[in-house]
């Protein structure tokens, strides 16, 4: 039961280590899984870890922790034969529906402990009827205590006595039995249903319905039809939140991992959302990595040569000493963007992608353009990403590209500050409208600078292509690559984290 | 089953009993927490924003189960000779150097080299023994005989190195150590780790760990802190000043001020003799319920609005 449990939170999203499965497990022996809130608790101290996995913990309990609810007919008719559930929860042994129950306990412990020696009552949660239940029951024993001592009732005694109780221990029992915790896609929900309703004796019951109306007892044969139907309804109610449970999260990741790969300008603007998450998430991971090495050079080990010459002068005594120290070089980076046309799209996700490694990349300054260059690092610190590339583009862009003057205006505002220790990356198709350019003024920064690298969203093949000055522009790069995905964003910031450490 | 988890129930309530008598108002999620770290003898991570009471949480428990309070105080660049225990080179330096000097007199009457080797053995002990150990945080909550309460403050704020070297003591309550080898603990301590989150605990750890978030409490919670915390508050005032600061929490601030601050405040209520919330000395003692010059003038703004909605006391006076 524990083990399907954290199946279906590592669905959710929760990471849950095998080590944090035993604790769990551990919990549950100090605890007991009588109180439903106080185990909720223990678990989720246990379990779940970070406050995102908190509330998708409570959620999955919730859900979990909760039986199938059928609706059949009315108060009088859905009181149960307290035997008949105390076999099926019996032979339901390890499945869903007996951690179902055990949730309930909390509100119906005293009358359970009285009513149902050794076993967990399948008392459905929340039930308004379950007083008038219990108070139906000592009359009821007596008469079906020695009826189907050892089996369980078949499918048709079910629904013409209208036993929900025994139904919903049916219903999970069969599931197990079908494999339904194996299901992956939503597309299997009916199929699925089926095979339950198959395994609890369908076959049988329309048979019954059909010998019922050649029979000529209409009346019994339109109840039993209704209460399939019913029955139906809750089977297929069942298996939709149970794969609804496991699969919450396997079409997203699909999806993510599809988006990541797709051209950036083919993005539709309904996966804007989507992509803004999964970028922050690969910034957090390329961050982590990042800080971890930088935070590794600081300190160092003993230099021991270093310290043998320091205490030269105390007579070889080693007094003083020194440690061997990497230096950490800090990526200085200058980015120019194009935002005109086709590569505002890459270059949007790009921006969006390096401010959300301000931490690893503080001295970062960025710059659009299309017909002129403008700066715009404090817009990207402080504003809101979607409102920064608006006004961006209102600002600089809407012109047709002229390369050779923003190239100038980029110069003019940075050249001063290149240094051996500057990165500069330029992102555009380097289509000038055969216009200038500005080789001259990349080749005085390649000059200086430590590197440049040219991203371009175009394909290799493309590159000097009609007014593609990318030959002519690439001369003065140290690097040039393809960027035009997700992956490929992440790569360049990757490697280029990975150069200046 | 049922003995058993109303063993735990009771044990639990017991917990709760027990804090509130120290002043520490808890619920039932925080006493969870402590009745499994004390079962299962695991440690207990412990995050949210800062002054919710986390620190006060492994002090009241320190103080609950009669145990000492050991606390490390984490920190950028803190490593293990802060943390553990610190080996006095320069000590045993001297005391090589007085060996030296005795030497000649200690190897007086060896006639092989295998003799004076055997006789310097003899002292090896005394080279490599705990009186040259100057033992740190870390080494002391091992060696408590009757265990302690070990808090880790703030583990966000130390290096990724010192988290990977806490999984050894914390899973295992022992620690190795070069010199004198492994040492394990007497009694486990009870372990609080706290983080504001500063950055992302290591999965590792947090694996180790159970986990406890603190949120700001709702109103009445925090009006039995206050409760407790400052007892010769007035109940109208007491309501008035955490309906306040409820308030204020809602507002979009850079730093929303927590409980300590509300008790900060209560305190200055209290210290300038106030009968009753007016705007004015609110507008004066904003500076103990926030922290960020922008906060206040957010603040400062909206008091009226703010005691409007918050202070329903047409039956006081007004000042």
Redesign the interface.
């Known amino acids: 039961m524990i083990a399907d449990f954290i199946r279906i939170l590592r669905a959710a999203d929760i ?1 849950v ?1 095998p ?2 499965a035993i ?1 769990a497990a ?2 549950i022996e ?6 439903r ?2 185990l909720k ?2 678990l ?3 379990l ?4 995102f996995e ?1 509330h998708a913990f409570e959620d999955c309990f919730d859900v979990y922790f909760k039986p199938p609810e059928m609706d059949l007919g009315d108060a009088e008719a859905t009181s149960s034969g307290v035997p008949d559930e105390a076999n099926a929860a019996d032979e339901a042994g390890q499945s869903q529906e007996s951690a179902g129950d055990t949730s309930d306990q909390d509100d119906t412990d005293g009358e359970a ?1 009285e009513g149902q020696p050794g076993d967990q009552p399948g008392a459905p949660s929340g039930d308004p009827k379950k007083t008038a239940k219990k108070s139906g029951d000592p009359a009821r024993d007596g008469k079906e205590e020695p009826e189907e001592a050892g089996e369980r009732a078949s499918l048709i005694d079910m629904l013409t006595q209208k036993d929900r109780a025994a139904l919903q221990a049916a219903i999970s029992e069969a599931a197990q039995k079908v494999g339904l915790a194996d299901a992956k896609l939503f597309t299997q929900q009916g199929m699925f249903s089926r095979r339950i309703m198959e395994a609890m004796g369908l076959s049988q019951l329309d048979a019954h319905i059909r010998q019922l109306e050649e029979g000529g007892e209409t009346g019994k044969a339109e109840g039993l039809r209704e209460g399939r139907g019913q029955l139906f309804e809750a089977v297929f109610d069942f298996v939709e939140r149970q794969i609804a449970m496991r699969t919450k999260n396997a079409g997203r990741l699909l999806r993510e991992d599809a988006l990541s790969r797709i051209r950036l300008s083919n993005l539709d603007r309904s996966d804007m959302k989507i992509m803004r998450g999964l970028i922050q998430r690969l910034a ?1 991971r390329l961050a ?1 990595r990042h800080s ?1 090495q930088r ?2 050079s600081r ?1 160092g080990m003993l230099d021991i040569r270093r310290t043998m010459r320091r205490n030269v002068a105390y007579d070889g ?1 080693l007094f003083e000493l020194s440690w061997r120290r990497t230096k950490v070089e800090r990526p200085k980076l200058l980015v120019l963007c194009d935002v005109s046309g086709s590569v505002a799209a890459v270059s949007q996700f790009f921006l969006m992608f390096l401010y959300s490694l301000d931490e690893v990349m503080p001295k970062t300054r960025s710059f659009v353009f299309s017909n002129r260059a403008g700066e715009i690092s404090d817009m990207m610190r402080d504003g809101d990403m979607d409102q920064v590339m608006e006004q961006a583009l209102r600002e600089f862009g809407g012109g047709s590209t002229d390369y050779g003057m923003s190239m100038m205006d980029f110069a003019e505002a940075t050249l001063d500050t290149i240094d051996h220790r500057t990165t500069v990356m330029i992102l555009g198709d380097a289509r000038s409208n055969y216009g200038d350019p500005g080789h001259l003024v990349l080749k005085e920064m390649h000059e200086r600078a430590r590197r440049v690298i040219w991203l371009n969203p175009e394909g290799e093949s493309s590159w000097g292509t009609g007014d593609s000055e990318m030959k002519r522009l690439g001369a003065y790069c140290t690097h040039k690559q393809v960027c035009n995905s997700v992956k490929h964003v992440e790569r360049v910031l990757d490697d280029l984290l990975r150069l200046s450490t | 089953m049922s003995e058993m988890k109303n063993q735990a129930q009771d044990a639990i309530e017991a917990i709760l009993a027990g804090y509130e008598k120290l002043g520490y108002i808890s619920d039932e999620q925080i006493a969870t927490a402590l009745f499994l770290a004390q079962k299962l003898e695991k440690p207990l991570l412990v995050e949210g924003p800062p002054g919710v009471g986390k620190t006060e949480l492994a002090k009241a428990t320190a103080e609950y189960l009669g145990l000492d309070m050991i606390r490390l105080q984490c920190y950028e660049g803190l490593d293990e000779s802060k943390a553990l225990y610190e080996w006095q080179y320069g000590k045993q330096l001297l005391y090589t150097q007085v060996l030296k000097e005795k030497l000649g007199d200690l190897m007086q009457g060896t006639t092989s080299l295998d003799e004076s080797m055997a006789r310097l053995n003899n002292f090896e002990d005394v080279f490599f023994s705990e009186q040259f150990l100057q033992t740190r945080p870390l080494l002391q909550a091992l060696q408590n005989e009757a265990g302690a309460v070990l808090l880790i403050d703030e583990i966000d704020k130390s290096d990724d190195e010192f988290e990977a070297f806490l999984l050894e003591i914390l899973s295992d309550y022992q620690i190795s150590i070069p010199e004198l080898g492994t040492v394990k603990a007497k009694k486990p301590p009870l372990v609080f780790l706290t983080s504001n989150n500063t950055r992302e605990i290591g999965d590792a750890l947090k694996r180790r760990c159970l986990h406890l978030y603190i949120p700001f409490p709702d109103a009445a919670r925090e009006n039995t802190i206050l409760q407790a915390r400052v007892p010769e508050l007035d109940a109208q005032l007491r309501d008035n000043i955490v309906n306040f600061v409820q308030a204020v929490r809602q507002m979009d601030l850079k730093k929303p001020p927590a409980v300590s601050e509300t008790i900060d405040w209560a305190r200055t209520v209290v210290l300038l003799n106030m009968t009753v919330l007016d705007a004015e000395f609110i507008r004066n003692t904003l500076n103990v319920l926030l922290k960020f010059r922008s906060d206040i003038e957010t603040v400062e703004g909206e008091i009226g609005r703010l005691m409007r909605e918050t202070q329903r006391t047409p039956d006081t006076p007004i000042q």
């Open positions: 990471q280590s080590a944090e604790d551990a919990v100090e605890i007991g899984i009588g109180q809130r106080l608790h223990a989720g101290h246990t779940a870890k970070t406050q908190k402990q957090k982590s971890r935070k590794k300190r005594n």
